[in-house]
């Protein structure tokens, strides 16, 4: 089965700042990968995904960008945190056996001072 | 487009008994996923059950039960013998057949478990 990491656990960051939050998934190969942000209480919001290496798509347009530079690596970047920024960050794969189901990760909790 | 809304933003159970949170959602397409997310204190996301719009059969995992009621659009969870680590909240989300495999989700219910 597959196994999904994200570094880091927590972060706080400045305003103006850069980002790199990680994701990397084990146990498949060609997974479908996602990026959702949760704010405190709230639903999940789709940021970003991924159907292969060097294929990201946009949900919704905003301060962040994605990439994707191998296959089971799928990392969330921004060049300049705002304070909007702040929130749960959940990376999710897509694959293997079951092709229905999205799996993810233990999440990054991001907050912009 | 897909949305998807679950009314209860919180609930309360007595521990050993039964609730039922209810999920809606609007979509034209008539193929697709509906899942139950869980997420303990812990934020980690749990799949709880899924169940795909073509069975008639309503999806069952140990104590977690579904009712589908694909004309009244409504994908409502029940779960049984309510234990303490069922506190938690719940997302509904809705999956379309895509290659995409995009989700989307309600806005979740706030489960409490009385002991």
């Known amino acids: 089965s597959q196994t999904i990491h994200q570094w880091p656990a927590t972060l706080v960051q400045p305003v103006g700042s850069p980002l790199s939050l990680e994701c990397t998934v084990e146990?498949?190969?060609?997974?479908?990968l996602y990026w959702y942000r949760q704010a405190a209480g709230r639903g999940l919001q789709l940021l970003f995904y991924?159907?292969?290496?060097?294929?990201i798509s946009s949900e919704v347009p905003q301060n962040l960008s994605a990439s994707r530079p191998q296959d089971r690596q799928f990392i969330l970047s921004s060049k300049k945190l705002l304070l909007s920024d702040s929130g749960f960050y959940l990376c999710?794969?897509?694959?293997?056996?079951?092709?229905?189901?999205?799996?993810f990760g233990p999440g990054t909790r991001l907050t912009v001072l | 487009a897909q949305t998807v809304t679950q009314s209860q933003p919180e609930m309360s159970v007595q521990e050993a008994e039964t609730v039922t949170l209810s999920c809606t959602y609007d979509?034209?397409?008539?193929?697709?996923?509906l899942f139950w997310y869980k997420q303990p204190p812990s934020r980690q996301m749990i799949l709880v059950i899924r169940?795909?719009?073509?069975?008639?059969q309503n999806a069952t995992e140990n104590r977690f039960s579904v009712n589908f009621q694909k004309a009244a659009k409504s994908f409502s969870l029940k779960i049984s013998d309510s234990q303490l680590g069922d506190a938690a909240m719940y997302f509904c989300?809705?999956?379309?057949?895509?290659?995409?495999?995009?989700?989307?989700f309600g806005q979740g219910t706030t489960l409490q478990v009385k002991p």
């Open positions: 169940q795909e719009a073509y069975k008639q």
């Open positions: 989300a809705y999956r379309r057949y895509s290659n995409t495999g995009k989700l989307i």
């Open positions: 991924s159907v292969g290496i060097g294929q």
């Open positions: 146990g498949t190969s060609n997974p479908n």
């Open positions: 979509t034209s397409e008539s193929d697709y996923y």
């Open positions: 999710a794969s897509l694959s293997g056996i079951s092709t229905d189901t999205q799996y």
